[in-house]
Every structure is written in C-alpha cells, then in structure tokens.
C-alpha cells in the first residue's frame, strides 16, 4: 500500500483523547493530528520519537493530517489502524497470504449471526465459504516478541466465538493478525491483558480456527503485508 497522499515528518509530543495526537512537524509547525487508534498503543510511541503523517487536503475535515506511523529508533510502527484491513485485502489478492490466496470473490464486513466479520471468501465449487476476522497488531512486550491485544477487548471475544460457531457449522475460518512493525521475529498472544481471551483462542485453534501471523514491511513510501511471522497459541 503506497501512500498516495502528500506525506510530512514531524515529532510525537502526545496521544490523547484517543483519536488525537499532538504534532511538531520537522518545519516547526505544531498541529494536532487524528489518531485512527483505539487500543492503549503501549510500546508504539514515546514524545519526541519520530512520526509520518498523510496530509488530507478536505475542506469537510476538521484535522486535515492523519497520523500514520511512529519510529522508536529500530522500527516504523502502523498505528493507522483503519487501514489494516486493505492491507490484508492487498496481500490476499497479491497471494502473499497463500493460506487465502485459492479464492475467486472476496466480500468485505459481512453479517454472520449478531456479529459482522472483516473478509467473506468463497467458490462458486465450493458450498460452504471461508470467514476471516483481522486484527491489527502494534504491541511489543519483550525483545522481539509482539502480543495481541493490549488491552480486554469484548469485542475480540465475540469474533473469536463467531469463527469457533463457524467451523463448527461447516465452514472454514481464519484469523489473521497483521503485525505493523518489524522489530519483532515471533507472535506470542498476550495471557495478562485479556485472558478470556487468550482461551477463547486457544479454543478457537482447536476446534479448527487457522491462525495466521503475517508481518509488514514499513517504509516513508508505504506498508505491505510480506511474510509470515512464526507465533505460539
């Protein structure tokens, strides 16, 4: 994914209010910035590392930049988590995921049940499709190990047991972690930020849930999905 939009450096000062991040561009100019993330962002920032950020030149924005990444002095950091998902769509139709790769249609938040899953695949030959949930993962808690998540996420609960209902209805389903950065050479899924979680995926593995760990490559020019990265459940 390149970015397409003027791209600016500056310096982190603050994240606060969730969404809002304070600025110093390398100019001088001190700006507040939208901050597509809502997770703790433990590990992906400290004030003054160096920030990317994409310029939206659109008069019905009231922030016109939007932070994209952070570098902590080895690693870019992705923490525009709104654009995981076309990350992995990218990587799907560039066969990067081989485990996604042998689908002809791929429909994006679909509806199953109460909850709405990120990627929908299947064949015409095919009877029963292939559910994929995307998880965005940004945290790191030792030397080179990245966790997921970072915080209780109920929300993560929930998709975890609407893949185990899949699998057990016939159906084939995935979840895949993107890892946005790349200081880290093994994904461990986190037991102290959310247990329940960490057994629902445990659960999930066993029943037949693939886990699939893929890690970016991060650049001023852009992000891209490139390898697996090896993991323990």
């Known amino acids: 994914m390149k970015f397409i939009l003027p791209v600016h450096r500056g310096i982190i000062l603050k994240r606060y209010k969730r969404f809002l991040a304070d600025i110093k561009l390398d100019g ?3 700006i507040t910035a939208h901050l597509a993330n809502t997770g703790s962002m433990t590990s992906c920032y400290q004030p003054s590392w160096p920030a990317l950020l994409t310029y939206h030149d659109n008069p019905k924005r009231k922030l016109k930049y939007s932070l994209e990444m952070i570098h902590n002095g080895q690693s870019w950091i992705g923490v ?25 249609c791929l429909k994006t938040e679909r509806q199953y049940s109460d909850s709405r899953i990120d990627l929908y695949l299947h064949d015409e030959e095919q009877e029963q499709g292939h559910w994929v949930e995307i998880k965005s993962v940004t945290l790191k808690v030792d030397d080179g190990i ?22 057990k209805r016939g159906y084939r389903a ?8 790349e200081d880290v050479t093994l994904f461990d899924p986190s037991r102290s930020h959310d247990m329940e979680y960490f057994k629902l995926l445990q659960s999930a593995h066993q029943i037949g849930v693939n886990i699939l760990v893929y890690q970016c490559q991060l650049s001023e020019q852009g992000i891209t999905v490139y390898s697996a990265l090896p993991y323990k459940v």
């Open 28 to 30: 001088g100019e001190l």
């Open 80 to 104: 525009n988590t709104s654009r995981t998902n076309s990350l992995a769509v990218e990587a799907i139709k560039s066969n990067i995921i081989s485990e996604l790769a042998s689908y002809h």
């Open 146 to 167: 990245a966790t997921f998540p970072d915080a209780v996420t109920k929300r993560g609960q929930k998709h975890l047991l609407t893949l185990i209902d899949a699998v």
């Open 174 to 181: 995935s979840l895949l972690f993107i890892v946005q950065r």
